[in-house]
Each structure stands twice: as C-alpha cells, then as structure tokens.
C-alpha cells in the first residue's frame, strides 16, 4: 500500500509540493522589487504557515475520491485491509507533506539568504534553548491539524478543505462561547499554572484531539459505504 501511495502522492501532489515549497521564491522577488528586507525570524512564520497551509489541501489531492460513491470504489478495492489503508493515509498526508514542504522551502530561503543581494537578512533557524520541547509542540500541532482534515476528507464529498475549515470555525467559536458563559476563562487564570506545565498540558491535549480525529478517520474508512 506504501509503495502504490508513493506512486499517487507524487503523481497527485508532486507539482504541488514543488509550487508550495518555491513559495519563498515570491518573497524574496518582492524585496528585490520594493527594496525591503526580511529577517529570518519573519522568514519562519513564514515557512510555518507554508507547512500549514498545504496540510488543508493534500488530504483531498490525494485521496480526495476514497469516500465517493463510485470513485471511490477503486480505493475500496485496494488488496489492503483498511488499517493499512489508513496508516498510509496517516503517512503521507500527516508525517511526509510538512517534512518535504518544510525541508524543502527552509533549502530554497537558505539558498536565497546566501545570494549577496536581495532581501534576506540571516538564516532560518530553529533556537537552540528548549529546543526539545519547541519541536514536540510543532509535531503536536502538525498531527492536529493534519487529523482534521484528513478526517474531513473523509466526511465531505465536494469542497472538502472548505468545509472542514467552515465547520471547524464553527466549532471552535461555540466551544469558546460555551466557555466564556461557564466562565472558564476567568477559573483558568486563578490556577496559576506556569507556563511550561501550560506548554505540556496544552502539547497533550492537542495530541489526544489528534488521536481522536484519526480514529474517527479510520472507522470512517472500515464503515464506508459505496
């Protein structure tokens, strides 16, 4: 199932991924143009909305026809039981599309910061201090979002990056209303956690949500009607 996925994804995806990681290309264009400068602390918020931002789109590129009524009976008819249906999924969608979009737009600003011209101040890098910590709060928050749309793509039939975007806006905001009238707010600021507890606890839960979504994925997957 891997090694059919592999073919797929870079069939499916591979101009994608090659667009989305020259994205820092633009910028850098930009301040030639305008004569601007770009830090690299900048550059990073940068190249992490990047990751992002692919992460709504490759779950429907790739396997966006693995819940319709007759496309998806392809994938149905895979010689693979759905578990390794759904860890290949889990994979490609969740662990490969933010390591090669990552990796691959930090190479391409890294090369432009070392042009003797343009606007590119200073190479990207992650800080050293805490550093264990920072990268375990970025898996957490990769697998997150990645869960819930690769579980949107599994719901959704048209529109799907869209709708799982409408609807996750909309749950989110009336968890936080619900919140705000329990006054939960206010009780969570009387607990005086500090802020690497905080950090934990909140890397925690994101991975729980995580495993949640992907769950429902894979009982989506193995209950699938076509």
């Known amino acids: 199932m891997l090694a059919k996925d592999w073919k797929d994804y870079f069939r499916n995806f591979g101009i994608s991924l090659i667009v989305w990681s020259c994205i820092p290309v633009l910028f850098w264009i930009t301040t030639l143009i305008f004569d601007v400068k770009m830090d690299a602390d900048g550059r990073i918020g940068t190249i992490a909305a990047l990751v992002f931002s692919v ?19 392809g994938f149905a008819s895979l010689p693979a039981t759905n578990a390794e249906k759904f860890f290949s999924m889990l994979i490609y969608c969740s662990v490969v599309t933010p390591i090669l979009v990552g990796l691959g737009s930090w190479a391409i600003d890294t090369l432009l910061a070392l042009l003797p011209f343009g606007g590119f101040n200073g190479l990207v890098a992650l800080p050293k201090s805490e550093l264990g ?13 990645s869960s819930i749309f690769v579980f949107g793509n599994m719901i959704f039939k048209k529109r799907k990056a869209g709708k799982t975007i409408a609807w996750t806006m909309l749950i989110v905001f009336v968890g936080t209303l619900i919140l705000q009238l329990c006054h939960f707010w206010e009780a969570f600021e009387r607990w005086n956690i500090d802020p690497i507890t905080f950090i934990w606890i909140n890397d925690a839960i994101m991975f729980v949500l ?17």
């Open 210 to 226: 995580a495993i949640v979504f992907y769950y429902l994925t894979y009982r989506r997957i193995k209950n699938q009607k076509y």
């Open 133 to 145: 910590m920072l990268l375990v709060t970025i898996a957490c928050s990769v697998l997150l979002f």
């Open 55 to 73: 992460l709504m789109f490759v779950p429907s590129k790739v396997y966006g026809n693995a819940n319709l009524p007759r496309e998806g009976v």
